[in-house]
């Protein structure tokens, strides 16, 4: 069984940084891939960037040179950093893990507002 939990969401105005949080406790984490994804009221949840065990990242093209994803296997921690916000970015944000099994977090709000 794998917990996740998600921190840093919040109010920030268009242009501005975010960094997104989420600690995970449980067996695997190392091996397991991880990522995060959004999702928007009437819209189905969108994984917006993820990274394998091995470091390997993959983002979506909305995201891609803006978003940065990492992980510490030794904190079991995988973080977001978002750069550069656009209004459309805003949506709660989950953080998910998947082996065998796949996980989610609770999620996170992020509003881009001026």
């Known amino acids: 069984q794998v917990q996740l939990v998600e921190s840093g969401g919040g109010l920030v105005q268009p242009g501005g940084s975010l960094r997104l949080s989420c600690a995970a406790s449980?067996?695997?984490?190392?091996?397991?891939?991880v990522g995060w994804a959004r999702q928007v009221p009437g819209k189905e949840r969108e994984l917006v960037a993820s990274?394998?065990?091995?470091?390997?990242?993959v983002y979506v093209s909305s995201v891609k040179g803006r978003f940065t994803i990492s992980r510490d296997n030794a904190k079991n921690m995988v973080y977001l950093q978002m750069n550069s916000l656009k209004p459309e970015d805003t949506a709660v944000y989950y953080c998910?893990?998947?082996?065998?099994?796949?996980?989610w977090g609770q999620g996170t709000q992020v509003t881009v507002s001026s």
């Open positions: 998910t893990s998947w082996y065998a099994t796949q996980y």
């Open positions: 449980g067996s695997g984490f190392s091996i397991s891939g």
């Open positions: 990274i394998s065990s091995g470091g390997t990242t």
